[in-house]
């Protein structure tokens, strides 16, 4: 996806919202490979960080489950 980013540039929130899901999966190695991956699409700007999004994982941060309440942590 990083090398496509360009192609799927009008695709932004599909793609994010892809990844952010991968973030609450239950194995632990794809939810660290998907931060990783939102870490690099926020840091090189394709995906906005907006209030919305803060929220979002603010809220899964409260949750019961570990999984998602991981998800929030990374």
């Not at 799927?8 to 991968?22: A, I, N, P």
């Amino acid at each position: 996806v990083f090398s496509n980013s360009y192609a799927l540039y009008d695709h932004r929130e599909r793609v994010g919202r892809l990844f952010v899901s991968q973030m609450e999966h239950k194995r632990l190695e794809v939810r660290d490979t998907a931060a990783y991956a939102v870490s690099v699409f926020i840091h090189s700007g394709y995906l906005p960080v907006t209030e919305e999004f803060i929220k979002e994982f603010i809220s899964a941060c409260a949750s019961d489950s570990l999984p998602l309440r991981h998800s929030g942590v990374l």
